[in-house]
């Protein structure tokens, strides 16, 4: 699968339906929870069709930069169209399934 | 109603608020500025049940830095393994992007070790675990991981990870290097058994070799044998002989490789060393089915052990002779080239095939059977050759054009100006120097017995039948005649006949050189005029001796 680690994901044949990207900085404790808490609902919600990249912007700031980040955490779904984000406490459930462009719970 | 007692301290009253109130101000305001102005690393925030330190980016830096370039990967991994944080030491290690590590699970590259790696996790952080973890490409990552729950409100355990390849690979290098030296160990037990062997082989040999040499001189002086028994008995003598050499070559293979050879050093010519050589193995027999040259030039003089370096030239002709077929031609050239010494033994043989050339100084090697394959060797004659020209500070090379087309073996040997002992050399005549008459008419016999001569220092004229002889005699009489009795012309006993009947005649002393094990030709011999006899092959010590007991006699 050819999935380049910059901004232009390529939605080829056999690549998962779901492109997302999160942006934290270190492990600062709102990083390491922002981390946890997409991965887990992603595992939970989508599993076997998403694909997470991580970025921490003190190691990896051009990604950062390409990105035009203002706040971190931000949380990115690149693909399927359309592109949404969302900022700040990115492990609300309900916020989070709304960016993923997945129909609320009841 | 304000009392009297107020209303001044109203007045300090509000005067010691508005100080107090400036100076809260003043504080405030200083960290109002320092704060602005970036001085402050960090808010100490009231909680509710305790102070929490609040730290800046900036007072954060230097640890964040330590870990992202620290040399051991780093995770932050939570209950079920999800990478939370790494550093890009660790996405090194295990092949993969740092956006894909942070947010996997780490438990994906532990393999078959899931519940080691649990215990770890939930450990108090002084455990270690060695492990090979899968990175992404499949490649086993040898690793120490050391992990310990963080005293975070979340459930954090920061992992650790020590890459161990470089250990590995030295740990391989140390079994290696211990693997071999056992073998080397191993190996020189093992020669020095073979040396201690070959010691005693040697020396267990001499007593029955000497037995039968004992009984084999017993046989010459027994009587005419009928012809089958004295050929068997000269076949005993050849082949023990053969014996003795081959053996004190053994041992002194082992004295050399041990380090137990001793050479006695003297300044000495090297065409001496190799005129008595030659003239050695002519008296032994063993130059008759081959054309040997001798190409000297000026003398040339070295340093070295007489008895050894005769060894040397011993073994090269020996070696060619073996592998050069009856007819052919041995050369011994002397010549100087710079500061050396060199000695070229050149055959017409067999010649020695380019594989076997680099081989030939090793011991116990030996090329195909010669063409006259009548005695066979050890293979040591030239190992012990290459060891005693090494010890003498020298080199010996080996050239050949391969089959049928012969080989030249070089010694070089460096020179030295350093006269030859006083009195004439040490090698030299230990009897006065003699005009000597030699009579013999087989040409290769009378050059080598006229070498040997000369080499002890005797000036050697020569005649090949009886009559030249006694005319030689008659016009220039010599101290000494050694004649050899069956001669063309007349035989020698005519010689010493005419020779005595002469009118100096009996102030020669003269030899008769009988051939092997045929003693009653000795009674004839003195009774036609002789003064003595000597056994063909002529042996040097022999004729001194003999010319000793003749000076003795004559006195009389």
């Known amino acids: 699968m050819g999935r380049a680690i910059d901004d232009s994901y390529d939605v080829t044949e056999g690549a998962p339906a779901y492109q997302l990207h999160l942006f934290v900085t270190g492990a600062s404790p709102r990083s390491l929870a922002a981390v946890a808490g997409v991965k887990a609902l992603c595992e939970e919600l989508l599993p076997g069709r998403y694909d997470l990249v991580v970025t921490d912007v003190y190691q990896e700031p051009e990604l950062a930069r390409r990105q035009h980040l203002v706040v971190t955490p931000t949380f990115v779904k690149h693909a399927p169209p359309p592109v949404r984000s969302l900022v700040g406490d990115v492990t609300n459930r309900g916020r989070l399934i709304a960016a993923l462009g997945l129909s609320p719970e009841p | ?556």
């Open chain 2, 1 to 556: 109603m304000a009392t009297p007692h107020d209303v001044p301290h109203d007045v300090d009253a509000l005067r010691d608020e508005n100080i107090r109130l400036r100076e809260q101000l003043e504080e405030a305001e200083a960290v109002l500025a320092a704060i602005r102005g970036g001085e402050i690393d960090a808010f100490v925030i009231a909680e509710r049940h305790d102070d929490r330190v609040y730290t800046l980016e900036t007072a954060d830096r230097p640890y964040r830095l330590m870990v992202e370039h620290m040399q051991e990967g780093a995770a932050l991994v939570n209950d079920d393994s999800t990478v939370c944080y790494a550093n890009a030491r660790l996405a090194d290690l295990l092949r993969l992007p740092l956006g894909s590590l942070i947010g996997g699970r780490f438990d994906a590259h532990v393999g078959d070790r899931q519940a080691e790696f649990r215990e770890l996790l939930a450990g108090d952080g002084s455990a270690r675990l060695e492990l090979a973890l899968t990175a992404a490409d499949g490649t086993p990552v040898p690793v120490m991981l050391a992990a310990r729950e963080l005293p975070t409100d979340e459930k954090s355990v920061c992992l650790i990870v020590t890459d161990l390849s470089d250990q590995q690979a030295r740990r391989e290098l140390e079994r290696e290097v211990d693997r071999r030296q056992r073998v080397e160990h191993t190996l020189r037990e093992a020669d020095r058994r073979k040396n201690e062997f070959l010691a005693m082989l040697g020396h267990e040999l001499r007593n029955p070799l000497a037995a039968i040499s004992g009984a084999v001189r017993l046989l010459e002086h027994a009587g005419a044998l009928e012809p089958k028994a004295a050929w068997a008995r000269d076949v005993i003598a050849r082949q023990s002989q053969h014996l003795a050499r081959m053996v004190a070559d053994l041992l002194d293979v082992g004295r050399v490789t041990s380090g137990k050879l001793e050479l006695s050093a003297q300044p000495l010519d090297l065409d001496e060393i190799v005129r008595r050589t030659v003239a050695g193995l002519q008296n032994a027999g063993q130059l008759a089915e081959h054309r040997i040259e001798l190409v000297f030039g000026p003398p040339l003089r070295v340093l070295g052990d007489a008895t050894r370096l005769e060894q040397v030239v011993g073994n090269l002709v020996a070696n060619a002779l073996r592998y050069t077929p009856a007819g052919g031609r041995i050369r011994l050239a002397l010549s100087r080239q710079g500061e050396m010494a060199a000695l070229q033994v050149i055959d017409t043989g067999i010649g020695i095939p380019a594989d076997l050339l680099p081989h030939v100084f090793d011991l116990f090697v030996q090329g195909p059977a010669g063409p006259d394959r009548t005695e066979a060797g050890l293979g040591i004659g030239l190992t012990l050759v290459q060891q005693i020209v090494q010890l003498h500070g020298g080199t010996v090379d080996v050239a050949s054009d391969g089959h049928g087309r012969g080989a030249t073996f070089t010694v070089y040997l460096p020179l030295t100006s350093e006269p030859l002992p006083g009195g004439g050399g040490g090698s030299r005549s230990r009897v006065p120097s003699r005009r000597v008459l030699l009579v013999e008419d087989h040409a290769d016999s009378r050059d080598m017995l006229r070498l040997l001569l000369e080499a002890r220092g005797h000036k050697v004229a020569v005649a090949q039948d009886g009559p030249s002889a006694v005319e030689a005699i008659a016009a220039s009489p010599p101290d000494l005649a050694l004649v050899d009795l069956g001669l063309p012309g007349f035989d020698g006993y005519e010689v010493a006949r005419r020779t005595r009947a002469l009118p100096d005649g009996n102030q020669i002393t003269l030899v008769a050189l009988t051939g092997y094990g045929q003693p009653e030709h000795q009674q004839q011999a003195a009774a036609a005029g002789f003064d003595g006899h000597l056994t063909k092959p002529v042996d040097v010590n022999e004729l001194d001796g003999l010319l000793a007991k003749i000076k003795r006699r004559r006195k009389v």
